[in-house]
């Protein structure tokens, strides 16, 4: 069985997989709630949020997958692998900001809701760039471990 550490960058790529995790539960986007009208608001499990969700279960189990293998080394575990779950989860989470921008979700009445309205969205972008960080380390290291 390999039991070997993960390299920087899987560790790196795991930790941001689970902070894009959690900002997929947590609300995007909240609108309304003031002036006696319930308030509308959703997750990354509306439109192409959930692209962000499966990129993160993705990179988690690409990240397990050397473990699962034993000894034998595999071809998909490289940084090319981990760089196209980042490029789709960037589209996913830019076509879903512009959905958002274009249905009129990103209204704000103080400074401050932006960043209170969507807390998922924020912990779900920092997740993806901890993700693109950890390919960027990938690239440095030897290719085979």
């Known amino acids: 069985m390999n039991r ?6 899987r560790t790196l790529a ?3 997989a689970v902070l894009a ?3 997929c539960v947590l609300p995007w986007w909240r609108l309304g709630g003031d002036s006696g009208l319930p308030a509308l608001g959703g997750n990354a499990f509306e439109g192409s949020g959930i692209l962000v969700f499966l990129v993160a279960v993705a990179t988690l189990a690409l ?3 050397p473990y699962a293998m034993g000894d034998r080394p595999t071809a ?3 940084w090319i692998s981990y760089a196209l779950l980042a490029v789709v989860g960037w589209f996913g989470l830019g ?3 512009l959905d958002l921008l274009l249905s009129g979700a990103f209204r704000f009445d103080q400074p401050t809701d932006v ?3 969507g807390p ?3 912990l779900s972008g920092i997740g993806l760039a901890i993700l693109s960080r950890a390919v960027y380390r990938m690239t440095r290291e030897p290719a085979y471990r």
Do not use: Q
């Open 21 to 23: 995790l959690v900002g």
């Open 95 to 97: 076509w879903r900001v």
């Open 115 to 117: 960043f209170t309205n």
């Open 14 to 16: 795991a930790g941001g």
């Open 4 to 9: 070997r550490r993960p390299a920087g960058g």
């Open 63 to 65: 990240v397990a997958l």
């Open 76 to 78: 998909v575990d490289r």
């Open 120 to 122: 998922g969205l924020w």
